[in-house]
């Protein structure tokens, strides 16, 4: 903004300066740079990223002017021995270690040290007639005038400097180029790369340079965007949840509706809790009637032992072994033996509370709804890992499911904790065996068979989560991949009107928020450790604020709105710090094993029966 001003300045006073340049802004600004050669002005070396050069390594002082320099040379076809260092090393160094690196700019990489000699300080805009009478004041001291065309608002320095021209002429000063005050050729000062270097350094350097300007506008700009569409979809998210809640919370289920119900789990060496789970279902408040259909799927422990031992006394539960072929085909199974048209699902690891399965049953007295899906809760809250998953379940699956509610747009009934109609589930075809993700598979299936997928908050299910990161990245990683198998197969829903919310919105945030956001997440990283160098620090921080602010927020609405406490809010900060990383790594991870074609079966975590159901 400012330096063309300047150098129209100067052109309209036939007077010749010496520009400092950094690397940065050179790169940002290459027409600039070019503009200030033509007009026959010089460049200096002012490093890449303005570093405190007392500071930093002799490795990393060598890199900023290398970059600059070889920059400079791509641009320009010059190169330069010019060199005016940041910082107090600029005007007054005292230390030791400001006057070293001088030493190494100067005798290790042969560049000239211009330091100057009368400041009127124009940085801190003290107005225009205190920079002229400071000049003024200073004008014995020597005769190297420094002035900014950068860092700030510079509209003073601007407008001072004709004044600080026309008062210098009037003395009888004549103002030079730095090659005439020290009797060096400009050619010297400012060396022409060689012409049989020059294509080389041109393309090779340019381009590089090039290429790393355009990824670098590039992730400030999805910076920017991904902040905008965070902080908006939160906004939103918390609002609707919001409206769910008055709308939802405390109701009283349509009386009467008490259908027979079928509940199924599909169980693979779950020896340690299936007789707990088994117990939570049979001891409810429901009062219709219930049968238990438990599909062993080839266990290699004692599963189908345990379950055999309490069917022979519970008249309804009911056992079918069959070889191992994964979820998808054990609930297939299930569902063929169940005999009612309301059908209960819950993974073998989770326990129901007693109301669980009236709270998720009342919902489908309404014929459009064709499924329910329930709140599961974290019962294994011994470790960190646990802990912080907890969190994440409340403010993250719970408070989205509350808020999608509204908008008929929950793109998956949990097999967790849902309820089915039979009619509804065969009508979107069943449950499919080409994706892992056979809940969220099934759940936009039955969207596009135009059924409302409601939620109960008050159907509360206790769930084993991972316990430990490596165990964590092992589940993360089948719903990184089943997640992208469903996109992929289900595509046509994204921005499609005929399905509204879910295709404008809750699709549309699955992709953006658990795969691009997420997968983006390295590239973000390295772009901060960058702006830490180039002493930008503060505009990147100001993303990474803006993306805990909002994660904040709605964990203190998620822990409001399910009566938790609001102090473990808090985790959700080193929870994001361990989580990204590591989903980051699963989601390149999906994306890879997706681009090479391999399957990935259904996976087993190790249960260690550590659930706790906690009284209503």
Same mark, same amino acid.
């Given at each position: 903004r400012?330096?063309? *001003?300047i ?12 520009f ?8 940002n ?15 200096? @070396?002012?490093t890449?990223?303005?570093?405190? &050069?007392s500071?930093?390594?002799?490795q ?10 070889? !920059?400079?040379?791509?641009i320009t ?11 107090n ?27 100057? @000699?009368i400041?009127?300080?124009? #940085?801190a805009?003290p107005?225009?007639?205190? %920079?002229?009478? /400071? ?16 860092? $700030? ?9 004709? *004044?600080i ?12 180029? !730095? ?5 060096i050729p /400009?050619d010297d000062?400012?060396? !022409? ?8 350094v041109?393309m090779v ?7 790393w300007?355009r990824?670098e506008?590039?992730l400030?700009?999805?910076?920017i ?12 998210v918390?609002? !609707? ?9 405390? =109701? ?7 259908p027979?119900?079928?509940?199924? &789990? ?5 020896a ?15 009062q ?7 599909v ?24 079918? *072994? ?11 199974t299930?569902?063929a ?11 073998a690891?989770? /326990? ?7 709270a998720?049953v009342?919902p489908?007295?309404?014929?459009a ?12 809250? /011994? ?5 912080c ?5 409340t ?5 989205d499911?509350?808020?999608y509610?509204?908008? @008929?747009?929950?793109? =998956? ?12 589930l065969?009508?979107a ?7 892992? +993700? ?12 135009n059924y ?24 993360r990683?089948?719903? +990184?991949f ?13 921005f ?26 390295p +590239? ?5 450790i ?5 002493g930008d620090?503060?505009?990147m921080a ?7 602010a909002?994660?904040?927020?709605l964990? =203190?609405?998620?822990?409001? %709105?399910?009566?938790e406490?609001?102090?473990?809010? #808090?985790? &959700?900060?080193p ?24 399957? =990935?079966?259904? $996976? ?13």
């Amino acid at each position: 903004r400012w330096t063309p *001003k300047i150098l129209d300045v100067l052109k309209e006073h036939h007077v010749k300066a010496t520009f400092f340049v950094l690397g940065s802004q050179v790169e940002n600004y290459p027409w600039l740079v070019q503009r200030i050669i033509s007009e026959g002005h010089e460049i200096g @070396n002012h490093t890449y990223t303005h570093p405190n &050069i007392s500071e930093i390594s002799d490795q990393q002082i060598r890199l900023e002017l290398n970059a600059t320099q070889r !920059l400079l040379e791509s641009i320009t076809g010059r190169s330069t021995v010019l060199f005016r260092p940041p910082y107090n090393a600029d005007s007054n160094p005292s230390r030791l270690r400001e006057i070293l690196p001088l030493k190494q700019v100067q005798d290790d990489l042969g560049y000239f040290i211009v330091l100057e @000699n009368i400041d009127p300080e124009d #940085w801190a805009r003290p107005g225009t007639d205190v %920079m002229l009478e /400071r000049i003024k004041e200073q004008r014995e001291l020597g005769n190297i005038v420094l002035l900014h065309d950068a860092g $700030g608002n510079r509209s003073q320095t601007v407008e001072a400097l004709p *004044k600080i021209i026309e008062y210098l002429e009037a003395r009888g000063d004549r103002i030079v180029p !730095l090659s005439e005050l020290l009797h060096i050729p /400009r050619d010297d000062l400012m060396p !022409l790369v060689s012409a049989g270097q020059q294509p080389y350094v041109r393309m090779v350097t340019g381009i590089g340079f090039a290429i790393w300007h355009r990824v670098e506008q590039t992730l400030w700009a999805f910076m920017i965007a991904a902040t905008g569409l965070v902080v908006l979809r939160g906004l939103l998210v918390a609002a !609707l949840a919001a409206r769910h809640q008055r709308r939802n919370d405390g =109701v009283v289920p349509v009386s009467g509706f008490i259908p027979p119900i079928s509940v199924v &789990i599909a169980a693979y060496n779950e020896a340690k809790v299936i007789q707990s789970t088994i117990h939570s279902v049979l001891d409810t408040s429901y009062q219709g009637e219930i049968e238990l259909v438990v599909v062993d799927d080839g266990s290699t422990d004692t599963t189908a032992r345990i379950v055999e031992q309490l069917a022979a006394e519970e008249p309804r539960l009911r056992l079918q *072994k069959q070889p191992n072929g994964g979820k998808s085909v054990a609930l297939r199974t299930a569902m063929a033996m169940a005999k009612n048209e309301i059908i209960v699902f819950l993974d073998a690891d989770t /326990r129901f509370e007693r109301g669980t399965i009236d709270a998720l049953v009342a919902p489908l007295a309404d014929p459009a709804v064709g499924a329910v899906s329930g709140h599961a809760k974290v019962g294994n809250l /011994r470790t960190f890992i646990a802990r912080c998953q907890g969190l994440e379940y409340t403010c993250g699956f719970n408070l989205d499911r509350r808020a999608y509610a509204v908008w @008929n747009c929950i793109t =998956v009934a949990p097999g967790a904790v849902s309820a089915l109609r039979r009619s509804a589930l065969e009508e979107a075809g069943g449950f499919s065996l080409d994706t892992l +993700a056979e809940d969220t598979d099934l759940t936009l299936c039955l969207h596009r068979a135009n059924y409302r997928v409601a939620y109960a908050p008050e159907a509360v299910a206790w769930t084993e989560a991972p316990e430990t990161l490596r165990s964590l990245a092992k589940q993360r990683f089948r719903w +990184a991949f089943g997640t992208l198998q469903c996109l992929w197969k289900h595509s046509d829903l994204v921005f499609n009107p005929e399905f509204k919310a879910l295709g404008w919105f809750a699709l549309p945030s699955v992709w953006f928020c658990q795969i691009v956001l997420v997968a983006i997440t390295p +590239a973000i990283d390295l772009l901060l450790i960058f702006s830490i160098l180039a002493g930008d620090a503060a505009t990147m921080a100001l993303f990474f604020v803006a993306f805990l602010a909002m994660d904040m927020l709605l964990a =203190v609405i998620a822990c409001a %709105m399910e009566g938790e406490p609001i102090a473990k809010a #808090w985790r &959700i900060v080193p929870m994001r710090l361990i989580y990204r990383p590591l989903l980051s790594w699963v989601v390149w991870l999906a994306i890879i094993k997706a681009f090479k074609g391999a399957w =990935v079966t259904w $996976g087993k975590l190790e249960r260690t029966a550590s659930v706790v159901v906690k009284a209503p």
